[in-house]
């Protein structure tokens, strides 16, 4: 079985190093993309199994880039996870509307992992989107 391939769209180089350590024992491939268009470029050429997407990135932000992936047919079955400082309630919400995942940072390494193993995992039916673990807020 071939590596899981996995985009992470991070600005902070210091975050890309924290994740790149985190998903280490995983057997899971990682490129790393600093702005928000680069990123939604790669996703669109490379078709990852999954995306970690930053919300505040330069370019165009974490928001835009979702849409965008979610939008289009090529792209639109890819499993996102969105790192934000700003976890609530909204955008725990918004994010479920686009069937994408929320973490907040700062983030325990195990919890990345999982969520990472989980977003990459091979999928048997690709007609749904799979739900977020969380229940949603009342």
């Known amino acids: 079985m071939s590596a899981r391939r996995l985009l992470v769209v991070e600005d902070s180089k210091v975050i890309q190093r924290l ?3 985190c998903l280490r024992p995983a057997d899971i491939e990682v490129s790393f993309r600093d702005d928000g268009l680069a990123g939604l470029a790669t996703a669109i050429e490379t078709a990852p199994d999954g995306v ?3 919300v505040g990135l330069p370019e165009m932000d974490g928001w835009q880039v979702l849409s965008e992936i979610k939008r289009r047919p090529e792209t639109s079955h890819i499993e996102v996870l969105l790192l934000t400082a700003s976890a609530d309630d909204e955008a725990r919400r918004r994010a479920a509307e686009y069937g994408a995942r929320v973490l907040a940072k700062p983030f325990a390494p195990d919890d990345l992992r999982r969520a990472v193993t989980e977003i990459t995992a091979p999928r048997e039916q ?6 977020s673990s969380e229940s949603p807020a009342a």
């Open 19 to 21: 994740i790149e350590v």
């Open 52 to 54: 970690v997407l930053d």
């Open 126 to 131: 690709s007609a749904e989107p799979a739900a």
